[in-house]
């Protein structure tokens, strides 16, 4: 059995890995951290975790937070992972981090976006954690970059395509569509009911910090250097993202194409699903679930490829992918605990 641990789990990616891992059958749940509700349990902050009736918030300092574990799942802020993941990764634990602090490569890039990095020794020893893409770096890893939930919406589309030169490097555009949880747990005005129901808007226009990751990515994918136009956008509901990218489709490409190289790259990765020609996603249909659904189409009059995909930006987006990720530092198969079917309607 994994002893696996939780370093600030009073968040939505804390309460989403502990509703996973619950369902897994080779984890079991040894402490879980939060500073501000450290002595309460964590039913008395979540009822709908019945199963963890007993279990207790600690403080990061506590002695029962150095009890040895296989694995520590960190769903702290950035700058806090940073200064955690060295501590645990000595003491013998594998991490995945669901920060942004080990995702970017580059010290620089990192410090332009962010803060200053203080463990920028591990940079290069973390492995980006998209299974469908670094499989066998992740495990062969002991520290797991979760990625974002944008940029994991945004790369698995583009990421074939521009693989094998079926869309231009350059000029691509990004839209995406988040639920109010994208934006973490935390008290703010702009997250109130009032604020956000029947209303629609973009933020940090040009200026989000998955920006730098998604750029990182499809600059690997396409060879050379990629920089993309990134807008993000709040939607009135609680979980998912819907993400649009627009291309520029290489002569003679036909959404027949795209679909058969999309369907390729992905035949053997169990979470991303292929919508057929005339299909396209809906984040209700992924609700829940660790899956990101695909859909194609090449306008031929504009000669654009505008691919569509959805995933729950708390599963696939947040703790369902550190879960993948997890299980495949742990040889086991990555599915593992993770085949539950989407919470619709």
């Known amino acids: 059995m994994i002893k696996a641990a939780i370093l600030g789990g009073s968040g939505y990616t804390g309460v989403e890995l502990m509703r996973i891992i619950h369902l897994h059958p080779e984890v079991e749940l040894v ?154 747990r935390g008290a703010s005005v702009a997250l109130l009911f009032c604020e956000v129901n029947e209303a629609f808007k973009a933020y940090k226009v040009g200026q989000h910090r998955h920006t730098p990751e998604i750029e990182q990515e499809l600059s690997v994918a396409a060879g050379n250097g990629v920089t993309i136009n990134f807008t993000p956008h709040l939607v009135p509901m609680s979980r998912g993202i819907l993400t649009t990218s627009y291309s520029k489709a290489k002569e003679g490409v036909a959404t027949k194409d795209v679909l058969e190289r999309l369907e390729h790259a992905y035949k053997k990765c169990p979470f991303v699903k292929v919508l057929p020609e005339g299909s396209f996603p809906n984040v209700a249909h992924v609700r829940g679930t660790n899956f990101c659904f695909i859909g194609a189409f090449v306008d031929e009059r504009t000669g654009r490829v505008i691919l569509v995909s959805a995933i729950d930006n708390l599963t696939k987006g947040a703790s369902g992918q550190a879960v993948q990720n997890m299980n495949l530092m742990f040889g086991l198969d990555q599915e593992t605990g993770l085949n539950s079917l989407a919470l619709f309607p």
């Open 31 to 184: 402490w879980v951290t939060s500073r501000k509700h450290a002595g309460k349990s964590v039913t008395s902050l979540f009822p709908s975790l019945i199963a963890y009736d007993g279990l207790n918030f600690i403080d990061p300092s506590d002695k029962a937070a150095e009890q040895k574990v296989d694995v520590v799942f960190t769903a702290v802020p950035h700058q806090t992972a940073m200064n955690a993941v060295p501590h645990y990764l000595a003491a013998g634990a594998k991490v995945v981090d669901l920060s942004a602090d080990f995702r970017i490569r580059n010290q620089a890039v990192y410090e332009e976006w962010y803060v200053k990095h203080t463990a920028p020794e591990l940079l290069e020893k973390a492995a980006y954690g998209l299974p469908e893409i670094y499989e066998s770096r992740i495990k062969e890893s002991r520290l797991v970059a979760n990625p974002g939930c944008y940029p994991t919406s945004t790369i698995l589309p583009l990421f074939p395509l521009l693989k094998e030169g079926l869309i231009d490097s350059q000029g691509i555009v990004v839209d995406s569509k988040s639920g109010a949880s994208g934006a973490g």
